[in-house]
């Protein structure tokens, strides 16, 4: 089955056809550190951008940091301080939340993300194309694009330009022509942060900066999928449209996906609720990025979802199973007492039915909650193999759940067992077989802090893992 995607610009599911995919996501805007509702967005695009990779895409992947906007010569003034520590002090955290989410940089052959200010003259340059072309003018405050000049505006989410109308405001310093054009140029006041362009000193609008990074760093004019948040559509995604199809005269974007937004207890999250939990809130409470992803993994991407206590107790539950299976499938080939069990045909059969229905659920447009459960049903099999030693089947249910753990991001790892290690481990044994407990603990203490390997007794034999054993 080919991979099918819901396309929100032509609302159908559409198969994706190219081989090579020219992705671009937006980013945060540095003011603050991410919280959970950022977490789902970053992840949910690594997630797919993995399983297109799994399954032979070539993926090259942008995604841009929002460094100067409103919102940062805000918060810096609110905090007395520059808007360009501001900016530096959140941009090492978001890269630190990166680390923390285990996800790639959104810049497939760089070390950092491309950056509004570090792309400036670029957007002066698109900017006087669409002044040129007669879709942009300039005013007093700044150059505007003229939305009713471009004929499809609108199309993207599907509103008509009444609609469109009560969706935008203007700002009281702006002198725009009509309430529906937006800035791409803003005039600085003296005491906020400019750069020199030919209408004066100023900053870029937002919408401006996706649509001049994603078509420079992906070097296309025609981008195979854009995505971001539902609360992106309109007006930024519209905008971005506007200005890229006007001044190349080709499609932005063949494919646009957005993702459902967070909330918390059926509340939008907010500091003024006190309700708002960060990426390394989450991290300082549970310790396991996994908790968090699994929770998200639980729905479909396009699907609105919840946060609370109750899901993510559910998440810790599962991440359970999988230490569960993990654990029992590294250790069992250390239990000698066992004897291997030869499998039947029947067996492999059933890993191959389950293997076949996670790839037709992340095919039909990345179906994260039907594929989730598929593993589940894996590792239910394979701790079944486990009780009747059936090694070969073992292995390859653990084979299978740790390449899909790995689409998921999830932190699961095969054990290596070093000479050293084994030796110790059967010097272990030999101290449990004399009931000399003292030294067997003394060793299994050694072996954690020297290997990173936790023991769990089973039977005569120690049996070791990666993962603390189940409490
Ligand atoms: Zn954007």
Redesign the pocket.
């Known amino acids: 089955m080919p991979i099918q995607i819901y396309n929100t610009l032509t609302r159908n599911k559409e198969e994706l056809k190219s081989r090579q995919v020219k992705m ?4 945060v805007t540095v003011y603050d550190d991410c919280h959970i509702g950022h977490a789902r967005s970053l992840y949910i695009f690594e997630v797919i951008r993995r399983y297109l990779e799994y399954r032979g895409v070539e993926v090259k992947f942008v995604r ?1 940091i ?1 460094d100067i906007d409103d919102k940062i010569i805000n918060r810096a003034r609110e905090l007395g301080i520059g808007w360009k520590e501001l900016v530096d002090k959140y941009i090492k955290s978001y890269y630190e939340d990166l680390g923390l989410l285990g996800i790639r940089l959104g810049l497939s052959d760089g070390k950092e993300e491309p950056r509004a200010t570090k792309n400036i003259p670029d957007m002066i340059k698109y900017i006087e194309d669409l002044i040129a072309k007669g879709y942009a003018y300039a005013t007093d405050s700044g150059v505007y694009f003229s939305v009713r000049k471009f004929k499809d505006y609108g199309k993207l989410s599907g509103q008509s330009i009444d609609q469109m109308l009560t969706g935008v405001r203007k700002e009281a310093d702006e002198t725009k022509e009509d309430p529906l054009d937006f800035a791409l140029w803003k005039l600085s006041k003296a005491d906020e942060p400019s750069w020199d362009s030919p209408w004066g000193k100023g900053r870029p609008g ?2 401006i ?2 649509s001049v990074m ?1 078509q420079k760093f992906l070097d296309t004019d025609t981008l195979d999928i854009h995505a ?1 948040g539902r609360d ?1 559509i309109f007006p ?2 519209e905008n ?1 449209i506007a200005q890229s199809e006007a001044r190349t005269g080709k499609p932005f974007s063949k494919a646009w996906i957005h993702h459902g937004l967070l909330t918390i207890n059926g509340q939008k999250m907010a500091k003024s609720l006190g309700n708002f939990v960060t990426i390394k809130d989450f991290i300082n409470k549970y310790h396991d990025a996994d908790i968090l992803k699994l929770f998200f993994l639980s729905a479909h991407y396009s699907n609105h979802i919840d946060y609370n206590e109750d899901k993510i107790e559910e998440s810790k539950k599962q991440k359970k199973s999988f230490n569960k299976f993990f654990h029992e499938a590294n250790s069992w080939p250390l239990l000698k007492t066992r004897n291997k069990v030869g499998s039947t045909v029947e067996d492999k059969d059933k890993i191959d039915k389950i293997c076949a229905k996670f790839k037709h659920a992340m095919d039909d447009d990345f179906n994260t909650s039907i594929a989730l459960a598929c593993l589940f049903e894996l590792i239910d099999l394979g701790l079944g193999f486990v009780s009747s030693d059936k090694e070969d089947m073992i292995n390859y249910a653990k084979l299978q759940l740790e390449d899909f753990s790995n689409i998921f991001g999830l932190t699961v790892k095969a054990i290596i067992i070093t000479k050293e290690a084994k030796e110790m481990l059967e010097e272990r044994d030999r101290a449990r077989k004399d009931k000399d407990f003292k030294r067997a603990d003394a060793i299994r203490e050694e072996i954690k802090k020297k290997f990173n390997l936790y023991i769990a007794d089973t039977g005569s034999t120690s049996a070791v893992s990666l993962i603390p054993p189940e409490e």
């Open positions: 671009y996501t937006c980013g841009n929002t937002w919408h900066e996706c994603s971001g992106l930024h995604h971005e």
